[in-house]
């Protein structure tokens, strides 16, 4: 059975249309109910992201199968085809393996190795096995790539380091507290990039969030969205000893936290470490506070140049993610084509044992003389002989290298043994007759 | 016989070395079972030599530096299994083989005077030896902490950056070592000091025991040692010495202890050695 895959991706599509073939902001696991009702669907997942709404189905028509696809894609969502087919694109086969692989290994992402999207193809997944809409192909496929998202994570650099510079800060505080749970935060301004790290921090478990600005309005609301206390402008001083995390992102046009201040204050601090991460330009700490025993300053465009330095850093090693992505493929097709040969080996071990019994059986009155076990013996004989006999044809068959060769066995086994599905098989008595009596007197 | 935990010691270093920059968790696998392989074949060796002379062998000095590896190498590994941090083994893995040579290729007789013959002797050496491994990994956090530190602080995250756990960890582990390392180094000390009075009674005619003395250096060390710990740890309660200040005075007492532990101990004890 072969995969075929049809979709969008952000390479393919302009956002709004991306937006308008989304499957996950509706019922997603209705869409696949919906989809495996059509014959070439019958095992179907759809991974549906910000990014991407593609389409995985086990087809051996490929043309059919893009076929029902898009009319599906038409009707779920409500468009004319003419709309978005020049945006889909479709892959068979080994190429739709490669793409799942890769997508799961975060090499498609927008931003080359971002974490969530292995989550999401398992959830896709598990959407689709929950409503019983995958099978056998589909199910080996997916729970393969969940081994390659992993072990390019595991085994390659791609999908580390920040990306952004909010990332950035907390993977820093991170490395120097370890865990985050238990540390103190003081949030110096109140506009948006000191929320959104306020957040960030949040998120990682930080115990306390203060938060103090010229504005005490400002500095009120932003508490309330972090779920944290705020602090009078003139009381900063007393933040600054207690905190183990201070961002500052005023306006400011001058520096708000001097050296002079920043060393009276870790005097009386904890020896713990002092983190301060500068967002503002200009800036809100006077650099020599950096120089500092215990105090680790960064500004916006030191974490800018992590940023850069982690992007730089994942690009090289896509060729090692790659490399991985070939292997795993090489790996699943091998499977594949094994698994393409199990019809043809069950036909022709059905045969060969159907011909023995039946043999057995014609034999039955010349053995009748025999005790039990030397009849038993006899039938353990026979069976030992046919399975010898299809051993190395099973093995050589399964390990063929590539899919023409294998097309091509399988074909000569079937017209040589007259396998084909809906021929009928030749009656083993048939076989039987051809045989002269001058052959069995020789046995 | 050392030779065996020796060659698979040093096969742990080079996998250790090859997990630090590759940081495949495989690796990192296989360099632990070397490792654990390593220290249960040395487990055997010193079991051996126990059963050979009928006590410990740490009563020569290669012997005891073969202890001490044994010892280095079973605290590394709980500290590994404790804490599922791979990334040391790449500095403690050194210490361990650079040592193990000695008694490779200086085995050393054990042949201890009959003044020590007495449990109290065990327990001196073998605290003292536990005390230097927990010492050594402790000085080892303090290296790694440096480096990273500076790392973070010049803002070149580089190398270590990427493979380090991170400098509170790395701070916490260093002040347990030296806590650990401290109680066995009082204890070990203690023991020396109230047995050599008692032997020294029981064995008059023992010139080494007479002679011992604060003059010794091997001793003068160890005291220097314990002082430089217990500051340590005092500082770390009362002055608030922690991270980077912890880190170079367990780096600097770990110098001391390797100083005390192989010159001193080779060439220049005077009334320490009963051979």
């Known amino acids: 059975m072969h995969v075929f895959l049809l979709g969008v991706s952000h390479r393919t599509a302009p956002v709004d249309l991306r937006e308008r073939l989304d499957f996950a902001s509706r019922d997603l696991g209705a869409a696949v109910e919906a989809l495996a009702t059509r014959p070439s669907a019958a095992e179907s997942v759809v991974l549906s992201t910000c990014n991407r709404s593609e389409i995985y189905v086990a087809s051996s028509d490929p043309d ?72 056998p192909t589909l199910s080996k496929l997916f729970h393969w790539s969940f081994v390659v998202g992993k072990r390019v994570r595991t085994e390659t650099g791609l999908g580390e380091g920040a990306v952004s510079v909010s990332f950035a800060a907390v993977a820093l505080a991170r490395k120097i507290f370890g865990r985050l749970e238990g540390r103190r935060v003081l949030v110096v301004g109140a506009g948006e990039i000191a929320t ?98 215990q105090v680790f300053l960064y500004n916006v465009d030191d974490l800018q140049t992590i940023v850069q330095e982690n992007l ?132 | 016989m050392n030779l065996l935990p020796f060659t698979l010691y040093a096969a742990a270093g080079v996998v250790y070395a090859v997990h630090f920059a590759k940081r495949r968790p495989s690796v990192g696998r296989a360099a632990t079972t070397l490792l654990l392989l390593g220290a249960l074949a040395h487990t055997f060796v010193i079991g051996m030599q126990t059963m050979e002379v009928r006590h410990v062998p740490f009563a020569n000095p290669s012997r005891a530096v073969a202890s001490f ?93 990427n493979r380090l ?3 509170h960890v790395l701070d916490a582990m260093n002040s347990r070592a030296v806590v650990v390392g401290w109680l066995f180094l009082t204890l070990g000390v203690v023991v020396g000091v109230v047995w050599t009075a008692q032997a020294r009674a029981l064995a008059p005619e023992n010139s080494n025991l007479q002679a011992m003395s604060l003059q010794d250096p091997k001793v003068f060390i160890a005291i220097v040692t314990w002082a430089v710990y217990s500051f340590a740890m005092f500082a770390r309660k009362t002055l608030g010495w922690t991270g980077r200040r912890a880190a170079w005075l367990s780096a600097l007492g770990f110098v001391i202890v390797l100083l005390n532990f192989l010159p001193v101990s080779y060439f220049v004890t005077t009334s320490h050695t009963f051979q």
């Open chain 1, 196 to 293: 959104l790290t306020a957040q960030h921090l949040r998120t990682n478990g930080v115990a306390e969030i203060l938060v103090t600005s010229r504005t005490q309005a400002h500095a009120d609301t932003l508490a309330e969205t972090v779920n944290g206390r705020s602090l009078a402008w003139d009381d900063m001083a007393q933040g600054l000893a207690l905190a183990d995390i201070v961002v500052t992102a005023t306006g400011s046009p001058r520096p708000i936290i001097t050296r002079a201040q920043a060393e009276a204050v870790t005097r009386k601090r904890r020896p713990d470490p002092l983190f301060i991460i500068d967002m503002a330009v200009p800036r809100d700490v006077e650099p020599s506070v950096g120089d500092l025993d």
């Open chain 1, 312 to 443: 730089t850093r994942r690009s090289s090693e896509v060729t090692r993610a790659e490399a991985i992505v070939a292997e795993e493929l090489a790996k699943f097709s091998a499977w594949q084509r094994s698994r393409s040969a199990v019809p043809t080996v069950v036909a022709l071990r059905e045969r060969f044992d159907r011909i023995r019994r039946s043999e057995l059986q014609r034999l039955d009155g010349k053995l009748a003389g025999l005790t039990p076990e030397a009849k038993a013996r006899v039938d353990e004989v026979t069976r030992l002989i046919v399975e010898k006999l299809l051993l190395e044809p099973t093995e050589q068959l399964k390990g063929l290298p590539d899919e023409e060769t294998q097309v091509a066995y399988t074909e000569a086994i079937n017209r040589l043994f007259r396998l084909r599905a809906g021929e009928p098989a030749p009656d083993p008595d048939d076989t039987a007759t051809e045989v002269t009596p001058a052959d069995r007197r020789g046995k």
């Open chain 1, 64 to 135: 059919r199968a893009r076929e029902e696809l898009t009319a599906f894609l038409s009707e779920y969502h409500a468009l004319p085809a003419a709309a978005f087919t020049p945006h889909l694109f479709s892959r068979d086969n080994e190429a739709a393996v490669r793409h799942l692989f890769r997508v799961a290994a975060g090499l498609d992402s927008l931003v080359v190795g971002e974490p969530q999207i292995l989550g999401q193809v398992k959830d896709a997944f598990q959407t689709a096995a929950d409503r019983r809409c995958t099978g």
């Open chain 2, 165 to 167: 756990p991170s400098l």
């Open chain 2, 69 to 161: 590896v044994w010892l280095l190498a079973l605290s590394y590994l709980y500290l590994e299994l404790t804490t599922d941090e791979r990334a040391m083994g790449v500095f403690i893995l050194p210490i361990i083989v650079g040592l193990q040579a000695i008694p490779v290729f200086y085995p050393g007789v054990e042949n201890p005077d009959p003044v020590l013959d007495s449990p109290w002797f065990w327990v001196h050496v073998a605290s003292l030896l536990f005390a230097y491994a927990s010492f050594a990994l402790a000085g080892m956090l303090g290296l790694t902490y440096m480096l990273q530190f500076k790392e973070i602080k010049k803002k070149h995250l580089g190398y270590f950056y």
